[in-house]
């Protein structure tokens, strides 16, 4: 009975551990201001499991992790999340300054609740201090299938910006 029951336990590990540390989600928010292209970029992207722990987020080359923004706290029973930091990045374009804004997007502040170990990002982007997108969600809820903003654009001549929306389900 006793190697029966090793087994067992044994088989759920191989199998279920893989599964958990594969459904942990990293978003990966890359920045770039093309002076040449006249165009600001931001661009949402995740990568699961591994291939997103292991990923390669670079502050000089404009690939951000929302993680990077938050800290935790152990609170007993719970793991608190807040925010602890924002990015703001400077673009000139066409002669126009414009700023952006980069912050997580928290979708519980119990890391142990629904959607507590999930992170997005939030964009603010001002043209020479003027507002055109204040704290948008690139995922504003992590349930259900609301479109998710797969990237955002600012074109420097037009002075336009141009959401750039997916489906949830094509997303992850």
């Not at 001549?157 to 141009?162: F, P, T």
Request: aromatic share 14%; proline share 3%.
């Amino acid at each position: 009975m006793q190697h029966f029951i090793f087994h067992t336990l044994f088989a759920f590990l191989l199998l279920y551990l893989p599964t958990v540390f594969a459904d942990q989600v990293y978003p990966i928010i890359t920045y770039t201001c093309d002076k040449k292209a006249d165009v600001l970029k931001i661009k949402n992207e995740v990568r699961w499991g591994e291939a997103g722990r292991k990923f390669k987020f670079s502050e000089a080359d404009g690939i951000y992790s929302p993680w990077d923004w938050v800290e935790m706290e152990d609170k007993g029973e719970r793991r608190l999340v807040r925010q602890r930091k924002s990015v703001e990045l400077i673009c000139e374009l066409s002669g126009v300054s414009y700023k952006v804004i980069l912050q997580p997007k928290l979708f519980n502040t119990n890391y142990f609740g629904k959607c507590g170990n999930k992170l997005s990002a939030k964009v603010s982007i001002y043209m020479e201090g003027n507002m055109l997108l204040e704290n948008k969600a690139l995922e504003p809820f992590c349930h259900g299938n609301a479109q998710i903003i797969r990237g955002i654009k600012v074109f420097g001549a037009k002075r336009k910006l141009k959401l750039y929306k997916i489906a949830k389900h094509k997303f992850y």
